[in-house]
């Protein structure tokens, strides 16, 4: 399958030698399930390829997934050596997730990999999801350790998701709680562009709506993807990436008005502070929630209570 993709991850044949087929991929096989282990080292999925089809021993497998691709070594209509159990060796395909012991996040995005290439090969044979089976079921062996570990179930769903085209995107792999916010930011996509709004926090969830590049938007809480990346929530609307924001000072504007004889006094604290300042003329609106007023009996002198309402506010 050289060249293709698998939504959107590159597939890349790495065959077996001549000289080592008779050992790594010895008989023919129908394909009936496929076994899933994990590499157990921090190794790349073409070092993992590179290893396997030179080394003479008789470990070997079908393909091997990373974070960033999938290695196809030997083809699905000949055996390998993978589970430690002579019916499913003969029988079934092995596939192994790179970088168990490495980075977390490259991990989920490996695993994520794996779950669409076994939702592809499902579909290709027309199997269930039931033809899913770990090492340790074959053998006993603890593998796929750090599956395992992150929940087996958990990465059936990421195969049930792929396979049902369902876009219903799991925030638990990492398990990051939204984070509570109540700030303002401005999109920024480049002009002319805009920012899809998603369902979910993740790039793969349905778009429900999208904002004009420069729009201001009212940030409730902060999510994390599968890949543990930030995405801003929208209150009722969805999520945006958060890679395509930036920051907007939205402290509110002062405008300093004044009163008869207050006028030297004021211009002196609006030209410090680089806020506006004007007479009070009695048009004022209630949209003028943040205007500072210079005067008040309750200082001792003008200066006082204008050097106080600015203060408040910057
Ligand atoms: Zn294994």
């Known amino acids: 399958m050289n060249g293709l993709r698998v939504r959107g991850v590159p597939i890349y044949d790495f065959p077996v030698p001549s ?6 991929q010895t008989y023919a096989m129908t394909p009936k399930k496929i076994v899933v282990h994990n590499t157990y080292n921090k190794a790349t999925a073409k070092a993992e390829s590179s290893y396997m089809v030179g080394n003479s021993n008789w470990t070997s497998f079908h393909s091997v997934v990373d974070d960033i691709a999938i290695y196809e070594n030997v083809p699905f209509n000949r055996n390998t050596w993978h589970c430690g159990a002579t019916y499913g060796n003969r029988n079934y395909i092995g596939i192994e997730i790179a970088k168990s012991t490495g980075n977390a996040l490259e991990f989920a995005k490996a695993e994520r990999n794996a779950a669409k290439y076994v939702a592809a090969t499902l579909k290709k044979y027309g199997w269930g999801i039931d033809r899913v089976e770990t090492h340790q079921k ?8 750090k599956t395992l570990d992150l929940g087996w179930q958990r990465f059936l769903n990421m195969i049930n998701e792929e396979l049902n085209g369902q876009k219903t995107i799991i925030n638990n792999i990492l398990n990051k709680p939204e984070v509570k ?27 429900v709506n999208a904002y004009n590049d420069g729009s201001i938007i009212y940030v409730e809480a902060v999510a994390r993807d599968e890949y543990n990346n930030a995405w801003y929530k929208i209150p009722k609307i969805g999520y945006v990436s958060a890679a395509y924001c930036k920051g907007i000072d939205n402290r509110p504007k002062i405008v300093l008005y004044y009163g008869d004889g ?12 680089k806020v506006k300042c004007y007479r009070d003329d009695g048009t004022r609106t209630k949209k003028d929630y943040n205007i500072m007023y210079v005067g008040g009996k309750q200082y001792k002198d003008r200066f006082e209570s204008a050097k106080v309402a600015v203060n408040a506010y910057l």
């Open 19 to 24: 000289w080592n087929k008779g050992k790594k």
């Open 138 to 145: 074959q053998s006993g062996k603890y593998c796929p350790h």
């Open 181 to 207: 916010a109540n700030y303002s930011v401005q999109v920024s996509v480049g002009k002319g562009e805009t920012l899809n709004v998603r369902s979910q926090p993740s790039a793969n969830a349905k778009v």
């Open 262 to 273: 207050d006028k030297p006094i004021a211009e002196l604290i609006a030209s410090k502070h």
